[in-house]
C-alpha cells in the first residue's frame, strides 16, 4: 500500500501542480484570483485550463464537469468530453478558457424557490478558484457557484463565498483596531465530523422504506439495541475496516484530510472527522466524502446511509461543525492568548460569537431544520432544540468576573481589566466537556452540533458567518469612534456579557428542568421544521443578511419555499411509501400467516377435539385483531394525504403535513410493529431491525 504522504493530493491541481506547470506570471495571476476573488483575465485562463487538461488527460481523465451545489443540498455535474472534432475525422482534447470559467446547465432541473420565475430560466456556473479542481471517474470536476443571469444563487456555494467575505470585511475592521499591521485578511475554518451508517446491501434492497426514503418506516424494536454500549470504539468489522481504508485513499487522492474513523454508538454507525481547512473548502469536501461513502459502500456489498435517524429507537446521525476564524497569518482568533492585548481581541471575538448565537437562535436552529433532523432536534434525542452555549465553568467565572468587576483567581485573586491584564489561564479541551451542548466552545474551537448528518454543512456556515460579521461591525462601530480604545473595549465586552449571557448554559441540555430554565430566559424552543421555517421572513434575519449581501430578500424567499417544500415532499414520500409497504406487503404476509395460523388450528382441533384454545388460534386473533386496526389506521393516514389539495400556503401545507400527516404515520406504525412481534420471520416481508443492524458482519 503506498503511503499518505505519496497519495495525498495526487488527483487535485492544486498549488505545487499549478506551480509546476503554469508560467510564474500566471500563476501569480491565479493565486491573486483566489485571494481576492477576482476574475481571470481570459488569456491566463486559456492557459490554466490547458494546464489542467494536459495534467487531467495525463491522469486518465477523458471528461470535465462544472461541480456546484444546488439547492437540494447535493452535488450536481453534467459531463462534457475534451474530445474536439477536427476536419478530417479526428479527434482533438480541448478546453477552452471560456469553458473553464462558465457553464450553462440548465437550471429549470434544479429548485428555485420562484427565482426562476422572477428571472431568467436559465443559469450558469462560474469557477470558483478558491477551490482547486480536482479527478474524479474518470472527469476532471471544477468547483464552481451556480447563478441566475440574473445574479441570484440557485447553489450554496455563492452565499457561502458571500458569509466568508462579510466575516472577513468586518473582522479585518477589528484587527486593525488592535493594530494587527501583517494580517491582510482572515477566514473562517471548518472540520465537520460526519456520523453514518453501513448496512448490508442485501438487507438493504429488501427494503421498500430505506429504497425510497433513506429510513426504516416500520420495524419492531429488536432484542439488543445498543443498550450495552459494547459498539462504541469497539474493534472494527472486517468488511467495514477495508471500506474505511479504501475510503481514506481516495479521499487523500482527492486532498481530503480524512483522519480518525470510529465506531458510533449505534450498531452499525460510525464516524469520519477530517483536519479542518478553510470553510469553503470544507464544504466541498464534506460532499466528497458523503459522495465516496456512498460510493465505496456499494464495493464492499453494503450501503451506507446519512439519513439523520434510519432507525427508531437507535442513536440518529449527526455532524459537528468545528468553527473557528483564523487570519492569514495563521492566528486562530478564538485562541486564548498570552499577553493582555492578545487575550482582549480574543475576549471580543468570543463575545462577538456569544451575542450572535444569543441574537440569531432563530437562524442557527432554522439552517439545521428538516424533516429529517426532526426526528433528532426536540425529540428526546441529541441535541436539544434549543440553542445554547457551552463554554465551560472556568472561562464562564472569568466572564463573570469581569462582568462585575469582581476579582478572579486562585490564591491571588484579582481584577481583571480587559486589554489591561492577561487572562488567568483556563484549561484548553477541558474535562468537564459537554456533550449536550447544542454549540460548545472546545478550546479555540466552537463545535455546532445541531447539523443532520446527510445535510450541506454550507447552509450553517453561512449563518455562522454572517451573525458572528454582524456582532463584529456593531463593535467595529463603536470602538472606531471610541475616545479611549481599552476603557470601550472594556465596557463593551462587560454590556456583551450582562446582555447575552442568557446563552449560555453549561447544565445538562437532555434535563427536563433545562426546558423550563430556557423558557424563563427566554430563549426559542422550535421544535420542527415548520416551527422554524417562518423566521426565514423575519425582519431583523432580512436585514441581517441583506446588511451584508449575503442573500438578497428574494433569494431569502426562495430558501423558505424550498425548505417548506422539501419537507412537504419528504413527508409526502414517507407516507406514500409506508401505505405501499402496509397494503401490498405486510397486510398480504399476516393475512398469508394467519391462514397457516388457522389452518393448523383446524388440523390441531380434528386431531384432539378437547384441545382447548391452541397458540395458533390465539395468535390468528390477535392479528385478526390488529390488522382491523392496522387497516383503519391506513385509511386514516389516505384521507389525510387527500386533505393536503385543500391547502394552498406552503407554511400551512407543511403544518398539516406534521400535525395529522406524520401522527397518522406514527400510528400506523405503532400498530404494523405489534404486528410484527406476532408474526412469524418467514412470513414478515422485511428484514427486521436485527438483521438490519446486525447484517454487517
Ligand atoms: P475532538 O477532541 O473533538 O476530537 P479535535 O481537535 O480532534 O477534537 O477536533 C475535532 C474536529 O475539529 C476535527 O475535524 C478538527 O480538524 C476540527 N478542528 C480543530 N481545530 C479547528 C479549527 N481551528 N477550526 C475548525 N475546525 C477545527
Ligand atoms: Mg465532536
Not at 437550471?107 to 422572477?118: E, N
Not at 445574479?151 to 468586518?170: H, V, Y
Not at 417544500?565 to 414520500?573: E, F, G, R, T
Not at 400510528?667 to 412470513?683: F, G, K, Q
Request: proline residues 4%; aromatic residues 10%; negative net charge.
Amino acid at each position: 500500500m503506498s503511503t499518505v504522504t505519496e497519495i495525498f493530493g495526487t488527483m487535485v491541481f492544486n498549488d505545487s501542480v499549478m506551480r509546476a506547470r503554469l508560467p510564474k506570471e500566471v500563476f501569480r495571476q491565479v493565486q491573486r484570483s483566489m485571494k481576492d476573488g477576482k476574475r481571470l483575465d481570459s488569456s491566463a485562463a486559456t492557459v490554466v485550463a490547458n494546464a489542467m487538461k494536459d495534467w487531467a488527460i495525463e491522469k486518465g481523465a477523458t471528461h470535465f464537469t462544472h461541480w456546484f451545489q444546488p439547492m437540494t443540498g447535493i452535488t450536481a455535474e453534467k459531463h462534457d468530453s475534451f474530445l474536439s472534432p477536427v476536419e478530417d475525422g479526428r479527434v482533438i482534447m480541448e478546453f477552452s478558457g471560456k469553458e473553464l470559467i462558465q457553464g450553462e446547465p440548465d437550471a429549470s432541473s434544479f429548485p428555485s424557490g420562484g427565482l426562476r420565475a422572477t428571472f431568467e430560466a436559465r443559469g450558469y456556473t462560474a469557477w470558483d478558484p478558491t477551490s482547486y479542481a480536482f479527478i474524479k471517474d474518470n472527469t476532471l470536476c471544477i468547483p464552481t457557484a451556480f447563478c441566475s443571469y440574473g445574479g441570484q444563487a440557485l447553489d450554496k456555494k455563492t452565499p457561502l463565498l458571500r458569509s466568508m467575505e462579510a466575516i472577513n470585511r468586518q473582522g479585518m475592521r477589528i484587527l486593525k483596531l488592535f493594530g494587527n499591521e501583517n494580517v491582510t485578511s482572515i477566514r473562517t475554518t471548518v472540520g465537520p465530523e460526519q456520523e453514518y451508517f453501513l448496512i448490508d446491501r442485501n438487507m438493504y434492497e429488501k427494503r421498500k422504506d430505506l429504497i425510497y426514503t433513506g429510513r426504516t418506516l416500520f420495524g419492531a424494536k429488536p432484542p439488543k439495541g445498543q443498550e450495552l454500549d459494547d459498539h462504541y470504539f469497539g474493534t472494527l468489522k472486517q468488511r467495514v475496516q477495508a471500506f474505511m481504508k479504501e475510503l481514506d485513499e481516495e479521499l487523500w487522492k482527492l486532498g481530503v484530510m480524512a483522519k480518525t474513523e470510529h465506531n458510533e454508538v449505534a450498531p452499525g454507525q460510525h464516524e469520519l472527522a477530517p483536519v479542518f481547512t478553510t470553510t469553503n473548502i470544507a464544504a466541498d469536501h464534506n460532499q466528497l466524502t458523503m459522495e465516496l461513502m456512498q460510493k465505496i459502500a456499494k464495493k464492499y456489498d453494503m450501503v451506507c446511509l446519512l439519513h439523520e435517524k434510519p432507525f427508531a429507537g437507535v442513536n440518529g446521525s449527526g455532524k459537528h461543525n468545528n468553527w473557528s476564524i483564523s487570519t492569514n497569518t495563521g492566528v486562530n482568533l478564538l485562541e486564548p492568548g498570552d499577553t493582555p492585548a492578545e487575550n482582549a481581541q480574543f475576549l471580543l471575538f468570543l463575545c462577538a460569537v456569544i451575542q450572535a448565537v444569543d441574537d440569531y437562535q432563530d437562524m442557527l436552529r432554522l439552517c439545521v431544520a428538516s424533516a429529517g433532523n426532526d426526528h433528532r432536534l426536540g425529540a428526546n434525542e441529541a441535541p436539544p432544540a434549543i440553542v445554547s452555549m457551552f463554554i465551560g465553568s472556568e472561562l464562564e467565572s472569568i466572564l463573570s468576573a469581569i462582568e462585575r468587576d469582581e476579582p478572579y483567581g486562585g490564591t491571588e485573586k484579582e481584577l481583571i481589566k480587559v486589554g489591561v491584564h492577561v487572562l488567568p489561564k483556563f484549561p484548553r479541551d477541558t474535562t468537564d466537556r459537554n456533550r449536550t451542548s447544542p454549540f460548545a466552545f472546545t478550546g479555540n474551537k466552537f463545535e455546532f452540533r445541531m447539523l443532520g448528518s446527510s445535510q450541506s454543512i454550507s447552509g450553517p456556515n453561512v449563518v455562522l458567518n454572517t451573525v458572528v460579521a454582524e456582532s463584529l461591525r456593531q463593535y467595529a462601530d463603536i470602538l472606531e469612534q471610541a475616545e479611549d480604545f481599552e476603557l470601550a473595549l472594556h465596557d463593551l465586552i462587560r454590556r456583551v456579557i450582562r446582555e447575552h449571557k442568557r446563552i449560555i448554559f453549561n447544565g445538562n441540555g437532555y434535563d427536563d428542568s433545562w426546558v423550563k430554565e430556557a423558557e424563563s430566559r427566554g430563549l426559542l424552543n422550535l421544535k420542527s421544521t415548520p416551527d422554524c421555517v417562518p423566521y426565514y421572513l423575519a425582519e431583523k434575519n432580512i436585514a441581517l443578511f441583506v446588511r451584508h449581501k449575503v442573500y438578497s430578500e428574494t433569494e431569502i424567499r426562495a430558501r423558505y419555499e424550498i425548505k417548506l417544500d422539501n419537507y412537504c415532499k419528504v413527508l409526502h414520500i414517507e407516507a406514500s411509501t409506508m401505505l405501499d409497504m402496509v397494503w401490498k406487503d405486510i397486510l398480504p404476509a399476516a393475512s398469508a400467516y394467519s391462514k397457516s395460523l388457522v389452518d393448523t388450528a383446524l388440523s390441531k382441533k380434528a386431531l384432539n377435539e378437547n384441545i382447548d384454545r391452541s397458540f395458533e388460534e390465539e395468535n390468528a386473533a390477535k392479528l385478526s385483531t390488529l390488522t382491523a386496526t392496522a387497516v383503519i389506521k391506513a385509511r386514516a393516514l389516505e384521507d389525510a394525504l387527500l386533505e393536503i389539495k385543500n391547502f394552498s400556503d406552503s407554511l400551512e401545507q407543511a403544518k398539516f403535513y406534521r400535525d395529522t400527516v406524520f401522527s397518522a404515520m406514527n400510528e400506523l406504525r405503532i400498530v404494523i410493529d405489534e404486528m410484527e412481534t406476532h408474526t412469524a420471520a418467514s412470513y414478515w416481508p422485511y428484514p427486521s431491525y436485527g438483521e438490519l443492524l446486525f447484517s454487517v458482519k
